[in-house]
């Protein structure tokens, strides 16, 4: 009885190591859709999200392959991946076995309207997808 429980868990820790290396294999790969996609799906949810901002441009697009964190130009953190672990067959195995789906981080900025002398965006797209999976948007003088 042992050497079956054992053998089972050998066999689920093989599975999931190899789950774990195709995983970061494809992610490896590169992309699936362009930066441009990216940038454009980005300048689209910002129409979206904020019709009356008019003049909003790509300001830098960087692909971030596992993006436990992801930080703009200037250095400052704008997304931690926070889970905590992931589910395999009722087994919930350590974060590091299912890393953050790559992502383009795209960062925008705006003109000066109305109130708000500056406007700044930042869009994570899914890279395989072109979900947007998070967004900020934020307006300062």
Avoid at 10 to 33: D, E, Q
Avoid at 123 to 135: D, F, P, Q
Wanted: proline share 8%; aromatic share 10%.
């Amino acid at each position: 009885m042992r050497r079956v429980v054992l053998g089972v868990l050998a066999a689920f820790l093989l599975l999931a190591i190899g789950a774990w290396a195709v995983r970061l294999v494809v992610t490896a790969a590169g992309p699936a859709i362009p930066e441009g996609v990216a940038a454009n799906l980005a300048l689209q949810r910002v129409a979206q999200e904020h019709p009356e901002l008019k003049g909003f441009a790509v300001v830098r697009t960087h692909y971030e392959p596992v993006p436990w964190t992801v930080r703009d130009s200037r250095g400052t953190m704008q997304y931690s991946e926070s889970k905590s672990g992931c589910p395999v067959l009722m087994v919930q195995l350590p974060s590091w076995f299912c890393p953050p789906a790559a992502v383009w981080a795209v960062e925008l900025t705006a003109p000066p309207q109305g109130q708000w002398v500056h406007y700044e965006g930042f869009v994570l797209v899914n890279a395989k997808t072109g979900r947007i999976g998070s967004e900020s948007f934020s307006g300062s003088n």
